[in-house]
């Protein structure tokens, strides 16, 4: 008999507001008129156009045409719990409590976070279509419009804290790498400590959060960001910053369905954090440095202790990044990292 399928649940207890249906509707790029909009969705002309500039006001570009209506640039399938949920790899679903989706939250980590932790051996999972305080590492901010990204959390609880715990981020970047290549990106890496890239440039990052007791057990939060159809626009603008971005559309993903991307994740995340828990970052560390968009380049490495600069050297087998420096090779378990321009 077949897992059934996890628990579903979409924008919890309150009902969507009119700018996530408006989306939703939006969301197969095609053009809908505003008297269409208005039939379907029960609403006024004038509710639609509301909320479509009320979409804009969040980063999503729509197109307005007379006699056409609107239309979403980037157009792909709204979030959906049920079908995730559904599309879920089988040997997985047992692990999954509840997949939530929600409209609009401050921080997908942060809901998980104010919840107590799951059962040894299942998660929950939460997705948003978008985030008003969406945070990668050290408090920077995660940008992104509504059906731009995948903004996606997950909580896990382990029996007592792992060996190499810190290194789990490498573990999940792995994961990641595992479920872009089942959609077909082959030529994605990784960036020490939780960065994945293609052609150099930001895809997506991972941030996790530790809820721990001392001797007892351990409850991460996972948090992973891809890009998926961010726009020129706003891939320029984030590049504007000094963080150079891409997403799935512009590595040649011809309108990636989100929630299969978001199925995805959970299928491979899940066995890799059952194999974490056993072995530590072991099974791992051949995959990840098969992927180090880092090997053998100038970098600077900053941490509290200061800034060091050398030759990336990959990873040991716990997760620290080793660089040959004028001293030596030095160890660092964590810090930021710049690639140096070739002088």
Not at 3 to 13: L, R
Not at 18 to 33: I, K, M, Q, T, W
Not at 40 to 46: I, P, Q
Not at 154 to 175: E, H
Request: proline content about 4%; some cysteine; glycine content about 12%.
């Amino acid at each position: 008999m077949r897992d059934p399928a996890p628990e579903a649940s979409a924008g919890g207890k309150n009902p969507q507001p009119l700018v996530a249906r408006v989306f939703a509707a939006l969301a197969d790029g095609e053009f809908h008129s505003g008297e269409h909009l208005a039939a379907k969705l029960g609403v006024s002309r004038g509710a639609v156009w509301k909320a479509v500039g009320s979409l804009r006001d969040l980063g999503a570009t729509l197109h307005a045409v007379r006699n056409r209506g609107y239309r979403l640039r980037s157009g792909g399938d709204a979030l959906d719990a049920a079908r995730i949920s559904e599309i879920l790899r089988v040997t997985v679903r047992g692990h999954v409590r509840r997949v939530e989706t929600a409209w609009t939250v401050g921080s997908t980590n942060s809901v998980l976070l104010e919840r107590p932790n799951p059962q040894f051996g299942v998660c929950e999972v939460f997705l948003a279509e978008y985030q008003t305080a969406g945070r990668g590492r050290r408090g920077r901010a995660w940008v992104a419009p509504p059906g731009g990204s995948i903004c996606l959390s997950l909580s896990w609880t382990f029996r007592q804290v792992p060996q190499d715990l810190g290194s789990l981020g490498l573990a999940i970047g792995v994961c990641g790498l595992r479920a872009l290549k089942e959609l077909g990106l082959e030529q994605a890496s990784l960036k020490w400590p939780n960065d994945i890239l293609v052609d150099g440039k930001k895809l997506g990052g991972i941030l996790i959060e530790l809820r721990a007791e001392s001797d007892g057990p351990a409850c991460v939060i996972i948090g992973i960001g891809i890009n998926v159809a961010l726009g020129a626009e706003l891939l320029k603008k984030i590049g504007e910053t000094g963080l150079a971005p891409t997403d799935l559309v512009t590595a040649g993903l011809e309108r990636p369905s989100r929630n299969a991307i978001a199925a995805g994740l959970v299928s491979q995340v899940v066995p890799g954090l059952l194999a974490f828990e056993k072995e530590g970052l072991r099974p791992f560390v051949e995959e990840w440095r098969a992927a180090d968009a880092l090997r053998g380049r100038q970098i600077d490495v900053h941490t509290l202790e200061g800034a060091a600069r050398g030759v990336a050297r990959g990873i040991d087998l716990h997760g620290a990044l080793m660089v040959e420096t004028l001293q030596g090779v030095r160890r660092f378990v964590s810090g930021d990292v710049t690639v140096r321009a070739v002088e």
